[in-house]
């Protein structure tokens, strides 16, 4: 089954969210591997002729919203939420942090790979509606999907 892409891109940078179905084991009837969000970010260099904005995918940073991180990134008490996933030795983290002073209203998305000198970073600055509909609406309607509750 192939899903839909949520994807936003602005100067910095440019994020695309799908959603990576459970997998499941039809005959004994249950699921053997819960799905997630799977959020993709990548820098932007400027624009192209047509003023479209020109996001590098092939330097992306993908990072996979569990259902566990669900609850953590719904938490609206926190100004900053932060997911922190280590696999096979590598490290990832997910940022979403409130814009302060002339920022207030606004969200940074900062999405980093790796430690040290061989850090790679992607922010990508979303408006408060764009934050609304990836937390309140994208994650909100994956969540039943990513447990198998379809």
Not at 106 to 113: F, K
Request: aromatic share 8%; with cysteine.
């Amino acid at each position: 089954m192939r899903s839909g892409v949520l994807k936003i891109y602005k100067k910095s940078g440019a994020a695309q969210f799908s959603l990576i179905p459970v997998k499941r084991d039809e005959q004994k009837g249950y699921v053997t591997k819960e799905g997630a969000i799977l959020v993709e970010a990548a820098p932007c260099n400027g624009t192209d002729a047509n003023g479209n904005i020109n996001a590098l995918w092939k330097e992306k940073i993908k990072f996979a919203i569990s259902i566990a991180d669900v609850a953590q990134l719904m938490d609206r008490t926190k100004e900053k939420v932060r997911l922190y996933h280590k696999f096979n030795g590598a490290s990832k983290s997910l940022e979403f942090q409130q814009g302060q002073g002339n920022w207030a209203g606004t969200y940074m998305m900062q999405i980093q790979e790796g430690s040290g000198d061989s850090t790679k970073k992607v922010s990508v600055p979303l408006s408060n509606g764009e934050y609304e509909l990836i937390m309140r609406l994208l994650i909100g309607a994956a969540a039943p999907k990513l447990i198998g509750w379809d």
